[in-house]
């Protein structure tokens, strides 16, 4: 069985400045991970994902993340973010071939002017 | 290409009364899978069907819920007898077959008097 920790419930950041979401997954079995954007009362938007091959991938909105197989972690970064990243952020994994997503509990990055 | 989309968006229901969702998958998707998100939570996966096949129910509760994804028409969740606390934003997704990303529709928030 897979599972997904999200630490940081709440990020507050200010505009421009860096910022990491921390994602750490627990799994016996290789794995597929996810970041997805949540802006409140909407649906879930696919910020990126790794499937196989370069561990550094890059996604929508400046947003990248880098695999690490051995710190089992996904991390999600931005150089510069703007006010209109505020949002809940979801880190997901799924076992190849389950389609079922296992999600963290969510981050929420408040940006402040 | 449409996204997912799923009606209603907000529904209101009294206790003991039945609620159905419905969920369009994009066009070409033949996979769907249904999630729940209790407040201020993350996502939990509830079932995964494909055409006129639930493949796996793993997540839906025992009792009350059901899902179907008939050959003609949306896929339905049914929960029958509501009570407050199946209170929720229910989130559908779809995929193509064989891939391993799945796109969330806007998800419909059902509330239990």
């Known amino acids: 069985a897979q599972s997904v920790t999200q630490l940081d419930s709440q990020v507050p950041v200010f505009e421009e400045a860096p910022v990491e979401l921390r994602c750490n997954y627990s799994?016996?079995?290789?794995?597929?991970l996810f970041w997805y954007v949540q802006y409140p009362n909407q649906g879930l938007q696919l910020l990126l994902k790794y499937l196989s091959g370069s561990t550094l991938v890059k996604g929508i909105n400046g947003f990248e993340a880098e695999f690490n197989k051995s710190q089992t972690s996904f991390h999600l970064r931005k150089p510069s973010v703007h006010i209109s990243d505020t949002a809940e952020y979801f880190c997901?994994?799924?076992?190849?071939?389950?389609?079922?997503?296992?999600f963290g509990t969510g981050t929420r990055l408040k940006v402040l002017a | 290409n449409a996204g997912v989309m799923q009606n209603p968006r907000h529904l209101v229901r009294r206790r003991g009364q039945e609620a159905r969702l419905r969920c369009s998958p994009m066009?070409?998707?033949?996979?769907v899978y249904w999630y729940r998100q209790l407040p201020e939570e993350g996502l939990k996966f509830m079932v995964y069907l494909q055409k006129e096949n639930i493949i796996d129910e793993s997540g839906m509760p025992k009792e009350r819920f059901s899902a179907e994804f008939p050959k003609e028409g949306p896929s339905i969740l049914r929960i029958q007898q509501v009570v407050r606390g199946d209170s929720a934003a229910y989130f559908c997704a779809s995929s193509p077959p064989e891939q391993e990303t799945q796109y969330f529709g806007p998800g419909t928030r059902l509330l239990v008097l």
């Open positions: 997901a994994v799924s076992a190849p071939g389950t389609y079922k997503y296992i």
């Open positions: 799994s016996s079995v290789s794995v597929y």
């Open positions: 066009k070409g998707h033949s996979h």
